[in-house]
Each structure stands twice: as C-alpha cells, then as structure tokens.
C-alpha cells in the first residue's frame, strides 16, 4: 500500500455568541450528547476527528476550539482554564443541552475537571483520555517552533502528500517513549490499518499553525492550581498509555487518587494516541463509549 486515500471534507465549524462570549464549534451526529474538550495545540476541527468513533457509536458530538485556537477568540477573560470552564456551560446553552457526557485528551484535562467540579449539573460523566491533571510545562524544541508557526501546516500538507508513511512513523514516535523495533512495528501496524492511518495523517493538520492557543496553554499550564478534583462526583474513566512521551502517566494516578469515583485503564507500551492508534484500540473506544454511556 503505497498511496493514501484522500479524507473526506471535514464539516465547517459554527461561532456561537453567548454570554461568555463567542465560541467556535462542530455539532456533528445524534444521540446523547459528548462536549469534547481538544488538546494542546487542537481545535474543533481535531474534536471531529477524534470522536469520529463515538458519532459511529451514536453520539451527538459538541467540539469547540479552545480561546485562541481557530475560530474562538483570546482574551484576558477567557485566557484560562477555569473561564474555559465556565465557556462550555454557555456553549450547551447555546446547543441547546442541558447535561452531557465529556470526553477530553491532553490538554483539554484542566478545564474539563473545572467544568465538572464548577458545574456539576452539566457533566454527567468524563473519559479522560492522557489528560493533563496539575502543574505541565511543555517541552517543546525547533520543530514544535515551526510546527506551531506559519510554515506549520504547509510542512504536514507537503508531508502528508509526499512522505505519509515517514509522517505516520515521527508522529507515533513523538508520541511514544518507544525502541526502534516497537516503533517500527506500531508504524507498520498503523500503515496497514486504513482507519489508524488515516487518523494520524488528518492528525497533522489539526495541530499545525495554532500558535495563539499554544502559547496561551504554555502560559497557563505550569501554573495550575487546585482543579477541584476532590469535589467531582460523576464517574471519571481514565485511559493513559504507560510509554507516552507527552503527558507522563502520573498525571492519571494524580487524578485516580483524587477523584471520588474513578477508574483508569492503563494501557501497556501504549503512547499519547493509544485511543485511536494502538493495536487494542478498538477495544479501548469500546471501554470508553461503556463510560459515556453510563453517564
């Protein structure tokens, strides 16, 4: 298999005006509603790809962009997690949905644990997926640098055009604290699986150029604060990979410990994608629509 097949065009994302002020955002299938809170960088655009298997599964997906991220405006008074927080409640108003399931990955951790313990009315129950849970600085070098810049997402077009299979390898191995034999395996793995693969190639595209938001959560994140974790009361599923070189395990066995009720599901040699890109996958997104359902 040498060339991928080209992805579907991606639906256009909507601003919604609330109080809160403007917010971007995808409502995308039908069923129980999913907030899906995007990572760092991310955008609504990332939420669509990401819960694509949800929607299959018969979920109604709400996905915004982040202040700072595409659409969605940064200001001092929506720079930080907890006003993130208090956006989304505006944002399912505007929806029109009074309660919802939330799935959040990575960076979306801080204020989605803020949403559940300042709203609890809203969130009917979170799947963490290696989700930031406390103080993070981001260790990025030049090509987070140029990933992030204007330069960003013509480089992964360009890569993904010319050297898909090369993208597919450096992504899962940025991903991953792996040897070069298991990276050689996962790559092969995600290569031949059509869905796997193409996962990762529209991943690209979903965090090139996003350089507001970016920086805004390099201002935030080391600074964390009490995310109120103590104080949720809705069933949390948490899923971490143990080899993931992004968001260390920990930060799931920091939330595990906290939360009231909580369950996790570590998955070995797994990286910061194992929802979406490793062998068990299909089994993992089947654990995680169990838990939203249940919500």
């Avoid at 256009?12 to 809170?37: C, H």
């Avoid at 960088?41 to 949800?54: C, I, K």
């Avoid at 013509?154 to 034999?181: N, P």
Wanted: glycine letters at 12%; proline letters at 9%.
């Amino acid at each position: 298999m040498s060339t991928p097949t080209p992805a579907p065009a991606a639906p256009t994302p909507a601003p919604a005006d609330t109080p809160n002020g403007p917010i971007e955002y995808l409502d995308v299938g039908a069923g129980d509603p999913v907030l899906f809170v995007h990572g760092s960088p991310g955008g609504a655009d990332q939420g669509e790809l990401m819960t694509r298997f949800l929607v299959a599964a018969g979920f109604r997906v709400i996905a915004p962009s982040r202040p700072g991220y595409l659409g969605t405006p940064l200001s001092d008074a929506n720079a930080t997690p907890a006003a993130q927080a208090d956006m989304y409640p505006a944002l399912l108003d505007a929806a029109g949905v009074d309660r919802a399931a939330v799935m959040c990955w990575s960076g979306g951790g801080p204020s989605t644990y803020l949403l559940a313990a300042t709203h609890p009315g809203r969130v009917g129950a979170i799947v963490a997926l290696a989700a930031v849970s406390g103080p993070f600085t981001f260790e990025g070098g030049v090509s987070d640098s140029l990933l992030a810049g204007r330069l960003g997402p013509w480089l992964m077009r360009e890569m993904a055009k010319h050297a898909a299979k090369s993208l597919v390898g450096s992504t899962l191995g940025e991903e991953g604290d792996l040897t070069k034999a298991q990276l050689k395996e996962l790559t092969e793995q995600v290569w031949d699986d059509p869905t796997r693969r193409e996962f990762v190639l529209e991943l690209s595209a979903t965090v090139a150029g996003r350089k507001v938001g970016l920086h805004n959560d390099h201002r935030q994140f080391p600074g964390l604060g009490d995310l109120g974790l103590s104080g949720i009361e809705v069933p949390v599923l948490l899923v971490h990979g143990t080899v993931d070189a992004d968001v260390p395990p920990e930060h799931s066995e920091r939330a595990l410990a906290a939360l009231p009720e909580a369950d996790v599901l570590r998955v070995e040699g797994g990286t910061h994608l194992a929802a979406w890109t490793d062998p068990t996958s299909h089994a993992i997104q089947a654990r995680v629509v169990d838990a939203l359902r249940a919500g």
